[in-house]
């Protein structure tokens, strides 16, 4: 199954339960579907922000690891990768990964979502006696200020592993105060490691067969703001012109992202900067990343058809 066939299964389902529309899918293709309800018709396209990639080494790796892990895993599955992260290689790490995955999915019912917790480690340096911060590079780093006045010393910490952090709060709570720990107990030029998980999000999907992994090259989530921006002008620019010549009576862009996490998107941003003329008629521009569903504008539920 494609990643813009797991994005479109997420906007339908995230459409009926936000709306109250009880849509499915008519016709569908690689980019693009027609969905009904009664006699009305919904059209969407689908578009990846980034990409697609031309890295045919990349793209052979997913594919491989795709079939192992819906040969070991055997319900529908999505797996996100967070950005800049690469996919396992060689062994054994390529089936402890799929171990971590069948382990993590087999506590989901069908739509439910969860994570698969990767062990990593982190490495903190003390490198003077003075001042009280810690440097951090890699997935900590949004968040060095809260260890300010919390350590005594000067201390790098080489977080580069960690891409996705778990979603309760509690995990970065607990680890932020596992890391003070450490360096209360650290000599100057000493370096220390400390455990913790990668969380790459999972979905059981209701329909469907096989693995689908939904991600990008490390190399292609560089700078990643410019390319949005970028990109999304120019998907935009081709999508939304068709989506108004179509002859239906709702039209949705459903926008496919790499992000790590849904609040550090930054098409809506993007979005701002746009003239609305780029994206009028349309009734729904959604963003589709890390197994969630962002609705960048929708329609006032009153103004839908066959709303009365």
């Known amino acids: 199954m494609s990643e813009t066939a797991v994005a479109l299964e997420l906007f339908l389902r995230w459409l009926n339960e936000a709306h109250g529309r009880h849509f499915r899918i008519a016709e569908e293709s690689e980019a693009r579907a027609t969905a009904i309800e009664d006699s009305l018709r919904l059209a969407i396209e689908i578009r990846p922000l980034l990409g697609p990639t031309e890295s045919r080494e990349w793209l052979a790796a997913r594919e491989r690891l795709e079939e192992q892990i819906a040969a070991a895993v055997r319900v529908p599955l999505a797996l996100w990768v967070p950005a800049g992260a690469e996919l396992p290689a060689g062994e054994p790490a390529t089936s402890e990964f799929i171990?971590?995955?069948?382990?993590?999915?087999?506590?989901?019912?069908?739509?439910?979502?969860?994570?698969?917790?990767?062990?990593?480690?982190?490495?903190?340096?003390?490198?003077?006696?003075?001042?009280?911060?810690?440097?951090?590079?890699?997935?900590?780093?949004?968040?060095?200020?809260?260890?300010?006045?919390?350590?005594?010393?000067?201390?790098?910490?080489?977080?580069?592993?960690?891409?996705?952090?778990?979603?309760?709060?509690?995990?970065?709570?607990?680890?932020?105060?596992?890391?003070?720990?450490?360096?209360?107990?650290?000599?100057?030029?000493?370096?220390?490691?400390?455990?913790?998980?990668?969380?790459?999000?999972?979905?059981?999907?209701?329909?469907?067969?096989?693995?689908?992994?939904?991600?990008?090259?490390?190399?292609?989530?560089?700078?990643?703001?410019?390319?949005?921006?970028?990109?999304?002008?120019?998907?935009?620019?081709?999508?939304?012109?068709?989506?108004?010549?179509?002859?239906?009576?709702?039209?949705?862009?459903?926008?496919?992202?790499?992000?790590?996490?849904?609040?550090?998107?930054?098409?809506?941003?993007?979005?701002?900067?746009?003239?609305p003329a780029l994206y009028s008629g349309l009734d729904f521009v959604c963003l589709v990343a890390d197994g969630l569903v962002k609705p960048l504008i929708q329609a006032p539920a009153t103004t839908e058809p066959g709303r009365d």
């Open 99 to 275: 171990d971590h995955v069948r382990e993590a999915v087999v506590r989901l019912g069908p739509h439910e979502r969860s994570y698969v917790p990767l062990p990593i480690r982190l490495f903190l340096r003390k490198s003077s006696e003075s001042g009280g911060v810690v440097s951090a590079t890699g997935g900590l780093n949004p968040h060095w200020a809260r260890f300010t006045e919390r350590v005594r010393g000067t201390y790098d910490l080489d977080s580069t592993r960690l891409h996705r952090l778990p979603e309760p709060a509690e995990h970065l709570e607990a680890l932020i105060d596992a890391i003070v720990e450490r360096a209360s107990t650290l000599e100057t030029g000493r370096i220390a490691e400390i455990q913790t998980v990668d969380a790459w999000s999972v979905q059981r999907r209701a329909e469907g067969e096989g693995a689908t992994i939904v991600g990008v090259p490390p190399s292609e989530a560089q700078e990643m703001g410019l390319a949005v921006r970028r990109n999304l002008r120019r998907v935009l620019a081709e999508a939304a012109p068709a989506l108004r010549s179509s002859e239906a009576d709702l039209k949705a862009l459903v926008l496919l992202g790499y992000y790590a996490r849904m609040e550090e998107e930054g098409a809506s941003i993007a979005m701002r900067g746009f003239s």
